[in-house]
């Protein structure tokens, strides 16, 4: 079994940025692909950026390119979100979640085996 643990959340002002980080322990990291989910109040969890295994490919939902990066440290089991420019829209609950089978990047939720517990990221306009 994997676990995941996210820190890195909080209120920032728009245009300021944050850094999430997602921990992982359980199984050999190197292995499986990363992704990062937000889901804001009432709406569906979505995928923001994956990266895979390696680390070599990487993808971005349209809204967040040019302002975030996903990253990845296999040596300490730990995947990140940088997060610039903020905008008000990006407020949400942020997820990070590993693809267990795949090592290439999928977009669909459902293909993501392992979910960390969440972190609150909010900006204020």
């Known amino acids: 079994q994997v676990q995941l643990v996210e820190s890195g959340g909080g209120l920032v002002q728009a245009g300021g940025s944050l850094r999430l980080s997602c921990a992982a322990s359980?199984?050999?990291?190197?292995?499986?692909?990363m992704g990062w989910f937000r889901q804001a109040p009432g709406k569906e969890r979505d995928i923001v950026a994956g990266?895979?295994?390696?680390?070599?490919?990487?993808y971005y939902v349209d809204s967040v390119k040019g302002r975030f990066t996903i990253s990845r440290d296999n040596a300490k089991a730990t995947v990140y979100l940088q997060m610039n420019n903020l905008k008000p829209e990006d407020t949400a609950v942020y997820y990070c979640?590993?693809?267990?089978?795949?090592?290439?990047?999928?977009?669909?939720?459902?293909?993501?085996?392992?979910w960390g517990q969440g972190t609150q990221v909010t900006v204020s306009s």
């Open positions: 979640a590993a693809d267990l089978v795949d090592g290439g990047i999928s977009i669909k939720k459902n293909d993501y085996d392992t």
């Open positions: 359980g199984r050999t990291f190197s292995n499986y692909a």
């Open positions: 990266i895979s295994r390696g680390g070599l490919t990487t």
